[in-house]
Each structure stands twice: as structure tokens, then as C-alpha cells.
């Protein structure tokens, strides 16, 4: 049985992705972002579908069902979930006594708060059936990425994110299910007024992005003290408590993160612009970063007096947030975590395959993810084509049997070296596929590299690549990370030995690196029989505000750009002339 997973094809929907499952295994996944060199591609996956079904050999009409984590919804109809009032009393705080401007807003939308919008179904231009789509609840989607991904038998499975449509289209923002032995049952919902776009509010207040600010606040809280506006910030909150989410009355402002300049004329936007001109930035993001720890902390520990458990299994947009998740694994009931390594809506088309798979043959489908390599790949010789494509501006040298011993000795020499190998990683984290590698010894790594390729925040850390048998020489607390979705207390000392590649507070966001991955793991291998520093540098391969590389004639262009010093790409090693 052939599976084509998507997490959304209604042409409006970020990190439009595609996933193949074959047999209930995983055989080829990657988001269009990779193809079109569009960050957070919204387009139909058109490109990334094309690769999946040449990678895997099959034909369009081969494929027995394309499964849509996604379902269409009545949007509109759901900002009344909490009390009827919520919808007027949030445009009255945005347009004031302006009645006609809030009229003039509403009506055109009215229609649809009863009507689920339409499904812009890219899949007919292809000829596909409509019996072979199937909508799967948007949190089960991601639970089940993360479950069926884990390797645990039984575990707790939590989905939290912005908001999503379940399985009738109403729009919720997490679910939580109790896992055992391949079956998921459902324990409860997170209602769409308890939506953790208040992060996402937070983050567009102060300066960053939507859909690619919200690391970007994690790592400003650093910097702040979290008590100074603290009181002012919590109300804004929703909170669990006795079995029950209270919502804060104007929850629906969050909803409109994605419309930056209405977001900050709402009354929630209007009080963290002043608590950002009276207190800073810094101070604004360490009380929003604690209020999400604390926050989903609680819940999960309010959970657990109810549905005893050992193994958390986590998807959704809000755990991309390394801090939350070091808080979970430190819980004294949590033996292990495991966060899928797409864990943003991306992830779902990969969960909607799976989960398709296991209620149509009833199969468990439990397996341990070791690396999330299921993306493009290119052979020697196209990669050599590529290069030739730039022979005036470049030279490369083929390096037979010692890559990463060459690797490891140009790093202590100071270069920083764009690593291109293998099959591209499944997700936004660089995992030593397409990566930038780099000495950790000296901070001022970090500031070169940020001039020379990244241009990013001044505040924004880089992350570790550790042998995974070294790991608890310089991690408190060390479990193996490969996906790079934890963050870890630094032994105190050890701070100097990487402190290129480390945050202010001494935590770092940690891959872990195991043999099997064999020639990263050798480059790290190499560097620590000649420093004695079992840790390098590692960062997405990709110049800022660009998706992570995808062909070799990227990579090559990077290399012109001056992003890096040299290019190990597949065998071969290219420089500028």
C-alpha cells in the first residue's frame, strides 16, 4: 500500500509539505519550501510531490490514497467557542466607536462562519479521485507523527500549536491522547480560545516574524528578567486549571498574528507595544518565555495525576521550543521525551500517512526515527555537473577516503565549511546533511559566521554536534538528541571549550551524533582526537532568510557568496578561485 501524505493542499497554509509511505515505512519526505526557495512555501507541494514519486518510483495512479492533515473548517463560526461576546468585544477593541469600519470588516465573512471553506484541491489537476483523499483530524496528524515515530510502546501524546481543524472541522489547538501498543485514544482536546498564539502575538510585537520569529523570542528571553513585567503579562495567558482551560477575554487579537499591522491596533497588541516601550524587549520575552514553560509545565503535570505515564511523545508548532521541552524532560515522573523533528505543521503530512496506514490495516506502526534523512539525494555525478556549471569561479579537488579527517583539520585551522552530504534532513533543523560546520572553541566564531553568512539577531545562539558517547562530559542531564529538539544545562567549565556554540544563559540546543551516521560523526571524531573537544559548530546551510539548501548548485552559490570558506560536497572539496 502506497501513501501520500500532505499536510495541507488548499494553497493557503504554510510549510507545504509531502510525505510517502510505503508498507507503513517512511520512504521519501520534503517540504516545497526545499524545491521553490520560497520559505515557508504555502504553494500546493506540486514540486516536492514530482520528487516523491520519482524517488520511490511510482506513478501518480499507483498511489491508494493521498492523506490530508488538514480538514476544510468553518473558521469563522469557532471565535465563538468560548463565549458569544469574544468575536464583537475583540473588533470593538480594535475599531473603537468605528462601527461602520467593524461592519465593514465583518459582513464579507459573515458567509463564511457557516460555510467550511472550499477545498482548492491541487490533487485534480493530476486526475486523482476523490475517493482516494482522506481528511485526518490536524492533531491527530501530529500526534501521530510523533507517537508513531517515538519507538514507545505506551505514551502520553501531546499536540499543541496555533489552532487546526479536527475531523468534523472545528478548530482546536492541541489534543491529548493516552498510546499503547499501536492504538491512540483520545483524552481530550485544547479549545481554539486556549491557543498558543499568544506566543506568536508576543513575537510579532516585538519586531520578529511570524512563523519564524518565535526561536527567535526563546533565545531574547535570555537576556531578560522575566519578574519585571510578569504581573502585567499572565492575565494575558490561558491557564489549566481543575480539568479546565480558562481563556482570557480577548483571545480572539491573537488570532489575527498573521495580519501584523491589525495585530498591534488590538487592545492585546496596543499593551505589549507599551510594556515594550516601558520595560524592553529583553524583559517583555523572558516574562512570555516563562509563562509558556510554567504554563504547559502545569498542564502536563495536572495530566498526570489523571493518566499515569513515563514516555511523552510531542508534536505541533509550540514545541519547537527547546527551554519547554528541557522543563518536560526534567519532570521526576518523565523517563524519556521524544519530539518529532518537524514538529510544525509540515509534520503532519508525514503523520497523516502513518496514521491512514494504521486504520487501514490495523498494523501498529510504531517504530524509533534515528535520523530524519528521508529527502533528495545526488549522486557523485551530479553533483560534478553542478560544479561544472561554475567551473570559471571555482576549483575542487576529489578527496578519496579522508572528507572528514580534511574536514576536521580545516575547522582547527579557523574556516567555517558548508557540509553537503546525503540525503537532505526532513524538517527545519540542520543535522549534518546540509549544514554549516565550524570550530565551537572560540565565541568569536559566532560573530563571524553571523557577518559572513547569517545576518541574524545579535542574541540568536548557534547550536552543538557532540559524539553521542561524549555527551555527558559537557551536558547536564545528557540523553540522546539526534533531531536537535533539547536543550541541555552546560557542565559548568565546559562552557569555554564551546563557547561559539553556546546560549548566555549556558544552555545549548544539542545534537547528538551516533556512528551510524558516520562521516558527520567521523568530522566530530577527528576534531576531538586533535583538540580534545568532542563538539563542533553546526548551523542550517543556508544564507538567511532562505530555506536550507537543496541542489548542489546552491550549495555552489553559497560558496560565492561568501557564506563559507570551502565546500565539502559528496566526495569532492570546492573553493573560490
Known sequence: MIIIGLNDVAGAHHNSSVALVRDGKIVYASSEERFTRIKFDMNFPENALSEALRYADVQIQDVDYFAVGYPPSSFYMDLFCRKFFDLPRSLLGLFGHNFSGMMKYLLPNIQKMYKPAAFANG?????????????????????????????????????????????????????????????????????????????????VCLG????????????????????????????????????????????VDYIMVPRETVLKKTVSGRHIMNLIKK??????????????????????????????FSSLALAGGTFLNVKVNKLLRELPFVQSVFVHPHSSDGGTAMGAALELYHLKTGEPVIFRMKDSNFGSEFSDQEILEALEEFSENIVWEKRDGDLSQYVADALIEGKVIGWFQGR?????????????????????????????????????????SCMEDKGDLYFKDFCSTPFMTMAFDVIEGKDTDIGAAIHVDKTARVQSVRPDNQLYYNVIKHFYKKTGVPVIL?????????????????????????????LAIGNYIVRKK
Not at 126 to 151: E, Q
Not at 218 to 234: F, N, R, S, T, W
Not at 283 to 298: C, F, S
Request: charged fraction near 25%; hydrophobic fraction near 35%; include cysteine.
Open 123 to 203: 490533487l485534480k489537476k493530476m486526475n486523482v479521485d476523490d475517493d482516494k483523499i482522506v481528511f485526518l483530524d490536524h492533531h491527530l496528524c501530529h500526534a501521530s507523527s510523533a507517537y508513531r515515530c517515538s519507538g514507545f510502546s505506551d505514551c502520553l501524546t501531546i499536540s499543541v500549536d496555533g489552532f487546526g481543524p479536527d475531523g468534523e472541522g472545528k478548530n482546536i489547538a492541541g489534543q491529548v491522547y493516552k498510546c499503547d501498543n499501536g492504538k491512540m485514544e483520545f483524552i481530550q482536546d485544547i479549545p481554539l480560545y486556549a491557543t498558543f498564539l499568544w506566543y506568536s502575538a508576543f513575537t
Open 208 to 251: 520578529l516574524r511570524y512563523m519564524d520569529g518565535e526561536g527567535k523570542t526563546m533565545g531574547l528571553a535570555a537576556y531578560g528578567d522575566p519578574k519585571v513585567c510578569y504581573e502585567q503579562i499572565k492575565h494575558m495567558v490561558p491557564q489549566y486549571k481543575n480539568g479546565k482551560w480558562i481563556g482570557y477575554p480577548y483571545w
Open 279 to 308: 520595560h524592553g524587549k529583553e524583559n517583555v520575552a523572558a516574562a512570555a518565555q516563562k509563562l509558556l514553560e510554567e504554563r504547559i509545565v502545569d498542564y502536563i503535570e495536572q495530566i498526570y495525576t489523571e493518566h499515569k
Open 424 to 464: 537532505e534532513e526532513w524538517g527545519p533543523r540542520a543535522l549534518g546533511r546540509r549544514s554549516v560546520l565550524a570550530d565551537p572553541r572560540k565565541a568569536e566564531t559566532r560573530d563571524i559566521i553571523n557577518h559572513k553568512m547569517k545576518n541574524r539577531e545579535w542574541f540568536m545562539p548557534f547550536a552543538p
Open 538 to 566: 553546526n548551523t542550517s546551510f543556508n544564507k538567511h532568510g532562505l530555506p536550507i539548501v537543496h541542489h548542489p548548485r546552491e550549495a555552489v552559490e553559497h560558496l560565492l557568496w561568501g557564506c563559507v570558506h570551502e
